[in-house]
């Protein structure tokens, strides 16, 4: 079946580092996606990793992709108070659409 | 360039009514997804259309419709409203059917009373 799971909160402080973690269970997923939530709004596209990737940058964000675990992983660098959201973990389903499976969402607050 | 837009952005309703609710894709978009987002929760599939034909459906009652028109908006209509149908409706728009980016639009928050 498909299924995504991600930890329900995290609390950090102003500047440091925040790793949020997802785990999914569909091998045939060739995107995986970071998606951020603020309050009474719509979903913003962070980032994505192409499945035969390890590793991607972009500024303060690191994607990290362990296949053989599929395990996910959103490491967001000098956290700060505008980065506090929910942040979603998201697969393609796979075959022939752009169906995408979402976890339930980890929510980030950064304190000042 | 504008992002996806939906509308409205709030809508209540009766229990039993049946609501319509609309989507513009970015420009050069040829797909439009519907997902429903309940309190709490990560956003369920609902639809998938790509160039006016249904491409994907999610697990949701036959009250859910959809369609897409020759210029690529999407309405998404729902009958004989619950109260469990309130949620946010998200709409994404993506360049191609499958295995793309998908962008979101800001979602009607819908209130079934």
């Known amino acids: 079946g498909e299924d995504v799971e991600q930890s329900l909160f995290l609390s950090v402080r102003e500047g440091d580092s925040s790793v949020i973690n997802c785990t999914y269970t569909d091998s045939s997923s060739t995107y995986l996606y970071w998606y951020k939530q603020e309050p009474g709004a719509g979903l913003q596209l962070l980032t994505y990793i192409f499945s035969n990737m390890d590793m991607k940058q972009d500024q303060r964000l690191t994607v990290l992709l362990n296949k053989k675990d599929k395990h996910l992983s959103l490491r967001i660098a000098d956290t700060q108070t505008g980065d506090s959201a929910i942040y979603f973990c998201a697969s393609i389903y796979g075959g022939a659409t752009n169906k995408l499976i979402f976890g339930t969402g980890t929510l980030l607050a950064v304190q000042p | 360039d504008a992002g996806v837009t939906q509308s409205p952005t709030h809508l209540i309703k009766t229990r039993g009514q049946q609501v319509t609710l609309r989507c513009s894709p970015i420009?050069?978009?040829?797909?439009v997804s519907w997902y429903q987002q309940v309190l709490g929760q990560g956003p369920q599939f609902i639809f998938q259309?790509?160039?006016?034909?249904?491409?994907g459906r999610g697990n949701f009652p036959d009250r859910f419709s959809a369609r897409q028109f020759p210029n690529y908006s999407s309405e998404l209509n729902v009958n004989a409203l619950l109260l469990g149908d309130s949620a946010l409706y998200l709409c994404?728009?993506?360049?191609?059917?499958?295995?793309?980016?998908?962008?979101f639009g800001q979602g009607t928050r819908l209130t079934v009373v």
């Open positions: 994404a728009s993506s360049l191609v059917a499958a295995n793309t980016e998908a962008f």
């Open positions: 259309y790509y160039e006016k034909e249904e491409r």
């Open positions: 420009s050069g978009h040829k797909s």
